[in-house]
């Protein structure tokens, strides 16, 4: 209504404004949206499916059983992370799949390369599901601490739309996150076609979470 009274009043656009519909592959929101869904996936999937497990056992009070075997806790809780590897090609094979049949979204780059960052990221996901689980007793403590670290990536890691439209301040932190640098990764591959050297530092970013969350999982974890 605005507009059309500045009209009538005799106002004169100098430039002409007009919308175009465009429907290039690599260009739409569905092609933004799906590498976003697929590193949400996996974070989700890393974290909670080891960590819920632990808690879950010594819950049980079944970590107690396996303090008495020869068992080190290095090596059970690389059984968890080494278990997720398991259904990561099945959970990124589906969602990929479903965007390429159904959407038609673009995967431009090596399929070797998106499975390896798919692999660091899930790997990157469950040491910090491992440091979550590390010490609490309940479900409840430690789906607290699961939701504490993974809310703030839900929001800045740009999944829904660009994490660039946050304020210049806080972008070395958004970058920081193991999530934003999976998403990067996973969209630089599939729409732009990146390399392995492409996405070289997000890989580095995820290497350093992995390292870190399962160093620190380590230190901390109690079989009680």
């Known amino acids: 209504m605005d507009d059309a009274l500045q009209r009538a009043a005799g106002r004169l656009d100098r430039l002409a404004t007009g919308s175009e519909i465009v429907r290039e592959r690599g260009s739409r929101y569905i092609d933004f949206l799906l590498p976003g869904l697929l590193g949400m996936n996996l974070m989700g999937s890393g ?40 259904l990561l090609c099945l959970e990124v094979g589906s969602i990929l799949g479903f965007g390429v049949l159904a959407f038609g979204v673009p995967v431009r780059g090596s399929l070797g390369v998106l499975l390896l960052a798919c692999t660091i990221g899930s790997l990157a996901f469950g040491g910090l599901g491992l440091l979550a689980a590390a010490r609490p007793r309940t ?25 660039s439209r946050f304020p210049d301040v806080i972008q070395p932190v958004i970058r ?17 076609g990146a390399s392995l050297s492409g996405v070289g530092g997000e890989l580095l970013v995820l290497s350093v979470w992995l390292a870190l969350s399962f160093t620190l999982a380590l230190k901390l974890f109690r079989w009680q």
């Not at 059983?65 to 806790?73: C, K, V």
């Not at 479900?139 to 839900?154: D, K, Q, Y």
């Not at 999976?182 to 599939?190: E, G, H, T």
């Open 139 to 163: 479900i409840e403590g430690a789906s607290g601490l699961m939701n504490l670290i993974m809310l703030p990536m839900w929001v800045l890691s740009g999944v829904f739309f660009s994490a």
């Open 47 to 86: 974290i909670w499916g080891s960590g819920f497990a632990i808690v879950d056992a010594r819950k049980k009070k079944l970590l107690k059983r396996l303090a008495a075997t020869p068992m080190s806790r290095s090596d059970y809780l690389a059984s968890f992370l080494l278990a997720q590897l398991v």
């Open 176 to 192: 920081a996150l193991p999530l934003t640098a999976l998403v990067n990764a996973l969209r630089a591959i599939m729409l732009e």
